[in-house]
């Protein structure tokens, strides 16, 4: 918390320390006065009835503080994970802006073998993709959020949608990972489901997969499947993440350690659009850890959407 965001805490406590100084001055006064006019058994009990009223009233007053402490807390972490957002996805946008218009630039401005065109016009394209899915991201963050989003239902093979992310990504962020697909050959897996809602929750975790992963290891998919349901597991062999952040890392704008000493891109979002994807399609995510390092997320889909 810097020192302007601290300001308002600072000056509740300057009130609150001042009221209490006024409550303690004025039961003294109070007391005092009581010695004057009573004595005896009236006088101890106006000492019990002034103290419990005070007691009541000087804890409602810390209960008070503290219920307000916590809220602005909670306010400002929200704040701080806005301001993150915004800068982080600044960033986010303007790097493959940057590198397709200086692909376009080399092409235009150069004499280029046909094999180079070719190479500079394919990371052209996955820049372009990754703003797409970024952009992608950002709007069907908003629709959820508000709640505009709207399943569009229909018979879909869960195993042709991965085999499709696969495809697509194998030379974007996957393409320094192996990456492994193990499903029954037998099983076309197909459920109920969004076809854009459930390529979303198969493209955002294996890019949050590859992103926490060091180059060269290995991600797994592994789909299983029984009379009712259908298991999604996707694991990693990357950093993992801490018992105490388990709880948190499926809330917008939220991301793993310190924004200060971060060092992996991220907009926060995909965890996020994730979990509410999941919900929306009646299922349910846990996440835990791999052996020996590394996380694992596990979807449970049922077959039939109501």
Request: proline share 2%.
């Amino acid at each position: 918390m810097n020192k302007i965001s601290k300001r308002p805490i600072v000056i509740f406590s300057v009130l609150l320390s001042y009221i209490l100084l006024q409550s303690l001055w004025w039961l003294n006064n109070t007391w005092n006065l009581y010695k004057e006019v009573y004595q005896g058994k009236e006088l101890e009990r106006k000492f019990w009835m002034l103290f419990g009223e005070g007691s009541v009233f000087i804890a409602l007053l810390f209960f008070g503080f503290f219920i307000t402490y916590r809220a602005f807390k909670k306010e400002m972490a929200v704040s701080n994970q806005q301001r993150n957002f915004l800068m982080a996805i600044t960033h986010e946008l303007k790097t493959p802006i940057a590198s397709i218009k200086l692909l376009w630039q080399t092409i235009a401005s150069r004499k280029l073998e046909p094999e180079q065109v070719k190479d500079l016009s394919g990371k052209g394209v996955e820049n372009a993709d990754r703003l797409n899915q970024m952009v992608e991201n950002i709007l069907l963050a908003t629709k959820i959020d508000e709640q505009l989003f709207i399943l569009q239902k229909e018979k879909i093979s869960l195993k042709k949608i991965i085999a499709d992310a696969l495809q697509r990504n194998q030379n974007g962020f996957l393409k320094n990972h192996k990456f492994s697909f193990l499903h029954s050959t037998s099983d076309d897996f197909t459920m109920t489901g969004d076809e854009m809602g459930l390529s979303s929750i198969i493209i955002n975790l294996l890019e949050n997969a590859a992103k926490y992963s060091e180059s060269g290891s290995e991600i797994c998919i592994d789909l299983k499947s029984n009379a009712n349901t259908i298991s999604l597991t996707i694991s990693d062999e990357g950093e993992g993440i801490p018992d105490e952040e388990k709880k948190n890392i499926f809330q917008k704008f939220y991301r793993v350690g310190n924004e200060n000493t971060r060092k992996n891109k991220g907009t926060g979002l995909g965890l996020f659009i994730v979990k509410n994807l999941v919900e929306l399609h009646n299922g349910s995510i846990e996440v835990r850890d791999n052996s020996p390092k590394g996380a694992i997320f596990t979807i449970q889909f049922p077959i039939q959407l109501n």
